[in-house]
Every structure is written in structure tokens, then in C-alpha cells.
T-cell receptor
Framework: AQRVTQPEKLLSVFKGAPVELKCNYSYSGSPELFWYVQYSRQRLQLLLRHISRESIKGFTADLNKGETSFHLKKPFAQEEDSAMYYCALLGTGRRALTFGSGTRLQVQP | DAGVIQSPRHEVTEMGQEVTLRCKPISGHNSLFWYRQTMMRGLELLIYFNNNVPIDDSGMPEDRFSAKMPNASFSTLKIQPSEPRDSAVYFC?????????????FGQGTRLTVV
């Protein structure tokens, strides 16, 4: 079975502070990991994926297989980062993503 | 392409009524997914289709829920009879395998309220 855990329902930080959204997964194989974001009144969209090892809007995420984690980080939060963030896993040979329960990020001025 | 299109955007219905949610995937995508979003449980996969064929419906809550994909450009999710606990946002998504793995593109969602 595959499972994604996001322990924080809400994370509130001030503008300019570092941000880390936690994500842990359980999966017996080698999964693909993703972060999706949902801004207010917008559809859910892909933010980044571990395969491409890219930084999007200042966010990065490193897959740690030893700790089975894929935490999302940004050194300096901006107000426009306020949104709902979902960590997701794609198992080997599967096409459907398994999502965590999501973390709402609030960046205060 | 306008992306994944869902209708209606909002639906309010009375308990016991039939509800039909509709989805038009992105042209050329061969996988389609139905998810349900609630505060308590986040995003749950209900069912997904590959090349119009249902592959995994283990997430469908019970027999009151059914989904069809009669062709590559249309899918429906039906709830009959509806119950208040079905109130949620229902998302449709589609994807096509790429070299970097599978990115799912989501619709705007249908907010269902059963009273």
C-alpha cells in the first residue's frame, strides 16, 4: 500500500521567513514524488516533481529515500505563496496519484 | 486547449436525488481521474480510466457511486441516491505519460452540496 502523510494542516509564517512543508511517504518501491499547489479560486496545478530536480517560484524539494521524505522548502516566503499545498506520490506502473491531506500555507505581511 | 472542463461548477441538491457530474479531459490525454476533496480527508482517488477503460475503482465509496467514460472526450460521475455526506468538491483530472513522468491536469472542480 502507498501512503502520503502531511502532518501539518496549517502553517503560518511571516513574509521573508523560511518555509518547510513536510511530506513523508510509505511505498515499497521507487516512487515519483510531486508537489501540487492550489491558489485561491484556481485549479490544482503541478508545482514541482523530484525527477526534474528543479526550483519553481523559489521552492525546492529533495527526495530523501532513507527518511522517506519529500519536504518542500523556500528560504524566503512571499505573500503570494499563500495557498494549499499537496504532496503526491506515483507508484511504479501506476497512473493515479496518491495525495496527502494537504497543508495550508499562510504568509502574513 | 482550455484544459480539463468540469460541469457544473456548483450543485446543490436534496438528499435522495440523483447527481451527475461531467468532465471533458484535455484532448489527446489517455488517462482520466476522479478525485473527491474534503476538509477531513484531503484528496481521495475515486476511480481512474485508461483509454476509456476503468482501471481502478477501489476508491468508489459504495454502490451509489458510478462512473462512465463512453469516449475519449467525456466522462461522468453519478451519485444515486445522494446523501449529505457526499458533500465535497469533486475534481476531474487527465494525463498523458511524458518522458518526465505523469503530470495530472485538473479541472476547476464541482462543489456538491447535498441538503
Amino acid at each position: 500500500a502507498q501512503r502520503v502523510t502531511q502532518p501539518e494542516k496549517l502553517l503560518s509564517v511571516f513574509k521573508g521567513a523560511p518555509v518547510e512543508l513536510k511530506c513523508n511517504y510509505s511505498y515499497s518501491g521507487s516512487p515519483e514524488l510531486f508537489w501540487y499547489v492550489q491558489y485561491s479560486r484556481q485549479r490544482l496545478q503541478l508545482l514541482l516533481r523530484h525527477i526534474s530536480r528543479e526550483s519553481i517560484k523559489g521552492f525546492t524539494a529533495d527526495l530523501n529515500k532513507g527518511e522517506t521524505s519529500f519536504h518542500l522548502k523556500k528560504p524566503f516566503a512571499q505573500e503570494e505563496d499563500s495557498a494549499m499545498y499537496y504532496c503526491a506520490l506515483l507508484g511504479t506502473g501506476r497512473r493515479a496519484l496518491t495525495f496527502g491531506s494537504g497543508t495550508r500555507l499562510q504568509v502574513q505581511p | 486547449d482550455a484544459g480539463v472542463i468540469q460541469s457544473p461548477r456548483h450543485e446543490v441538491t436534496e438528499m435522495g436525488q440523483e447527481v451527475t457530474l461531467r468532465c471533458k479531459p484535455i484532448s489527446g490525454h489517455n488517462s482520466l481521474f476522479w478525485y473527491r476533496q474534503t476538509m477531513m480527508r484531503g484528496l481521495e482517488l475515486l476511480i481512474y480510466f485508461n483509454n476509456n477503460v476503468p482501471i481502478d475503482d477501489s476508491g468508489m465509496p459504495e454502490d451509489r457511486f458510478s462512473a462512465k467514460m463512453p469516449n475519449a472526450s467525456f466522462s461522468t460521475l453519478k451519485i444515486q441516491p445522494s446523501e449529505p455526506r457526499d458533500s465535497a468538491v469533486y475534481f476531474c483530472a487527465s494525463s498523458s505519460t511524458t518522458g518526465f513522468g505523469t503530470e495530472a491536469f485538473f479541472g476547476q472542480g464541482t462543489r456538491l452540496t447535498v441538503v
